[in-house]
């Protein structure tokens, strides 16, 4: 199998403040920490999509081994990001794996579990307190990415009931993904997200990373 990454980190950070790419992190930036997680899961092609401090992004995380796609639309939503991607997407591409630029938290045995069985439409990670990104696409799939809209069209699609969604186990909870400074000082601090029912965000909704 080919499969394409895509890691989600355009968003302008609107409710943190300042572009949460660059916060500081194991002695990087959180984005050069979700990329190198990305890198560990070997795909055979990773892209990036940026947007919001772009240029400030480009001077400041490694980028080495990343095909960079610029969103001009970032601030309609992350559905502009995977639509900008989609064109980049190689034409050997069995199908996509989606991860969100602000959760370096991803296990890459998680991902190779999500993109091993290309039968299934679409695949989501199930944690101990509920599903959870990484995301795997089909390449018959793609049409439908598409023509999504909105921060939380992908998980309108996979709840959709149109498609198969496999659902592949992954101890422990949902990675802590940084929308607001309470979430960073959780991820610094190395505690478990909480629960779905405590903030759904984590759980059932696609952010703009």
């Given at each position: 199998m080919f499969v394409t990454g895509l890691v989600l980190a355009a968003g302008a950070s609107r409710r943190l403040g300042q572009p949460k790419q660059l916060?500081?992190?194991?002695?990087?930036?959180?984005l050069d920490a979700t990329l190198s997680a990305a890198r560990a899961?070997?795909?055979?092609?990773?892209?990036?999509?940026?947007?919001?401090?772009?240029?400030q992004v480009r001077s400041s995380v490694d980028l080495g081994a990343v095909e960079v796609i610029e969103n001009?639309?970032?601030?309609t939503g992350c559905h502009s990001s995977i639509t900008a991607a989609l064109t980049a997407v190689d034409d050997r591409a069995d199908?996509?794996?989606l991860l969100l630029g602000d959760q370096p938290g991803?296990?890459?045995s998680a991902v190779a579990r999500l993109a091993v069985d290309a039968r299934s439409p679409m695949a989501v990670c199930r944690y101990d307190n509920g599903l959870g990104h990484p995301m795997w696409f089909r390449r018959d799939?793609?049409?439908?990415?598409?023509?999504?809209?909105?921060?939380?069209?992908?998980?309108?699609?996979?709840n959709s009931g149109l498609f198969e969604v496999r659902q592949v186990p992954?101890?422990?909870?949902?990675?802590?993904?940084?929308?607001?400074?309470?979430?960073?000082?959780?991820?610094?601090a190395g505690d478990q997200p909480r629960t779905p029912?405590?903030?759904?965000?984590?759980?059932q909704s696609q952010t703009h990373a």
């Open positions: 916060l500081a992190y194991r002695g990087a930036t959180l899961c070997q795909f055979d092609q990773l892209l990036v999509a940026l947007g919001a401090a772009s240029e001009p639309e970032y601030s199908g996509l794996v991803i296990s890459p799939m793609f049409a439908e990415l598409s023509q999504l809209h909105g921060d939380k069209a992908v998980w309108k699609l996979l992954v101890e422990g909870a949902v990675p802590v993904d940084v929308d607001t400074w309470q979430d960073y000082e959780v991820l610094m029912d405590e903030n759904p965000r984590h759980a």
